[in-house]
């Protein structure tokens, strides 16, 4: 068994029957979480998922996310979480860089890729865009909600790709509509066995498997406890995706190795997220600037009574405005945070009284901030670089899941020697490469600025325009194409698009190009057709 469930074990003993995962109107205890645990390993083993095995989980923010990953961690398998709304294009690649023994997926997508009789069904069809004029707007409701229709035809590509490769196995798990498939595949040949791998973008756009052994993440977890004081009777309220390293680092480690409690939400609404929060006095609430933003407007906003609440602003920069709007209606100070898929938590600023900061590195974390030449910087723009004990030792990259030990972002096999470092790779020194910019005043506090390469930020991910502008330059009928990054009041950052067209076409027809082959969050929202860019 891996240290997840050996956590669950100790956290089952200790609190017994206290409350360990609430969802809606529902909850679980210590001793009932591990009991259903208990029952989803003995099927999985029945299916022949066993030690070292790497299994996706292509769930959202619900009960049996936790539960199948810690049957999972009984087993010895390493948990891949994977985005239900991931696009046909961009899994095909993440299948690629982590080969999976297994895939667990949700109802309405399974559902939507095979049926009974074991055919692959066709997929939906994408969202309908709204006109106005020469530009069209794609509704933001439809790219949310695992069950979009994006969602489903992400899982319809799934189901053509199990057909292809054989699956062993593929039935439903016991008393759910879930589906576990079962593949012929054998795992890479890595340097570690990893407890867990979490997915992001290196700076290309392409998926980058981040591998996680048991050392750094209990550095991880240790380093987000000490900074965070969170204990035992901490209330945890995980609205951000589990399977994002962010709610998995802040969220479900936490969690486990506290024995606290969490509240899953799986509807990312400010309205829902607000009544959780009053409801049931949550005291840390990892977020996004947007998300807070959202609260600060809502009619029913007011002074809250928790003590100590920690409630953390990252994946994008948190504005002044926004922090200083919170705290005039919540009485809460938003602590900014500096947050990695490769490093887990950098940096927090404790105090909540500098929002354009995120603060002094944890504990037990070095930052540093240099210049092209490598020499460290004070007060001065740089390239960001981090060490610690929670950084990632091995990452793979769709191209080469057979190379071993070569560093954060492994591509060594395909990319010429290089005098210096590359963006999402380690020295040797230790020192990663975040692809960041920053800066480091005199007291050591972390402000960033931006990022080296063309990779933005979009609800919390990372999105590289170039791999948006390729994939609008793909479409026959554009001749050129112009990704840029948004930011609307309402809506927050969305991607929009300027295009020179080769011949007449729509909008929709090229927001349906891109939607088959990319990302929701990826999909530009709207598009605007010039002469020249």
């Not at 407890?195 to 996680?212: C, E, H, N, Q, Y």
């Not at 969170?230 to 609205?239: C, F, H, M």
């Not at 949550?282 to 003590?307: F, H, S």
């Amino acid at each position: 068994m891996t240290l997840l469930y050996q956590w669950l074990q100790r956290a089952a003993r200790v609190q017994g029957n206290n409350k360990a995962l609430v969802y809606r109107d529902n909850y679980l205890s210590w001793r009932g979480l591990l009991h259903r645990v208990d029952r989803r390993a003995q099927e999985f083993k029945a299916m022949g998922i066993r030690d070292g095995a790497w299994v996706g989980l292509m769930l959202g923010n619900v009960p049996d996310f936790v539960i199948l990953a810690l049957a999972l961690s009984k087993l010895d398998a390493a948990i891949v979480p994977i985005d239900p709304t991931t696009g046909a294009r961009e899994l095909e690649l993440m299948l690629t860089a982590a080969p999976l023994r297994a895939l667990v997926t949700r109802p309405r997508g399974s559902e939507g890729s095979i049926t009974a009789s074991g055919q692959t069904a066709p997929p939906p069809t994408a969202p309908t865009p709204r006109n106005r004029g020469n530009r069209t707007t794609v509704p933001p409701a439809a790219f949310g909600g695992s069950g979009g229709a994006l969602a489903a035809a992400a899982q319809a590509a799934l189901g053509t790709s199990a057909v292809e490769a054989g699956a062993e196995v593929r039935r439903r798990l016991q008393g759910t509509l879930l589906t576990c498939s079962v593949f012929k595949r054998d795992t890479p040949d890595v340097d570690i066995d990893p407890i867990a791998i979490l997915f992001t973008a290196d700076s290309l756009g392409d998926p980058k498997a981040v591998l996680r052994s048991d050392k750094n993440t209990i550095a991880a977890v240790d380093h987000a406890v000490a900074m965070l004081e969170l204990t035992t009777a901490s209330r945890i309220l995980v609205a951000v995706p589990l399977f994002h390293a962010y709610g998995w680092d802040l969220g479900l480690l936490p969690t486990l190795k506290l024995g606290a409690t969490m509240y899953l939400e799986e509807e990312l609404s400010a309205r829902r997220v607000g009544k959780l929060v009053r409801e049931h006095d949550i005291d840390v609430l990892p977020g996004t600037p947007q998300m807070y933003a959202e609260l600060a407007r809502l009619p029913t906003a007011k002074k809250l009574e928790v003590t100590d609440a920690r409630f953390i602003a990252a994946g994008s920069r948190l504005e002044d405005a926004v922090a200083e709007d919170f705290f005039d209606k919540y009485g809460v100070r938003l602590l900014s945070c500096y947050h990695s898929t490769e490093a887990a938590t950098v940096a927090i600023d404790r105090t909540g009284k500098s929002p354009t900061s995120v603060g002094k590195a944890l504990p037990g974390v070095d930052v540093r901030v240099t210049g092209a030449d490598s020499k460290p910087v004070i007060n001065k723009d740089g390239i960001l670089w981090v060490r610690s004990k929670a950084l990632s030792p091995i990452s793979l990259g769709p191209y080469d899941v057979e190379t071993k030990g070569k560093g954060a972002n492994g591509r060594a096999a395909k990319t010429p020697a290089r005098t210096t470092t590359s963006i999402g790779s380690v020295d040797k020194q230790g020192w990663f490469r975040t692809g960041d910019r920053g800066k480091l005043d005199k007291t050591g506090r972390l402000f960033l600025a931006g990022r080296e390469d063309d990779v933005v930020k979009v609800e919390g991910k990372r999105v590289a325009l170039g791999e948006v502008e390729g994939c609008l330059e793909s479409f026959p009928k554009v001749k050129q194409a112009q990704a840029m990054v948004i930011t609307d009041p309402l809506a927050g950052a969305m991607v929009v698009a300027r295009v020179v067209a080769k011949s007449h076409c729509g909008a929709e027809e090229i927001i349906d190009h891109c939607a088959r082959n990319l990302a929701p969050y990826k999909v530009p929202r709207r598009i605007e057709f010039c002469d020249v860019i």
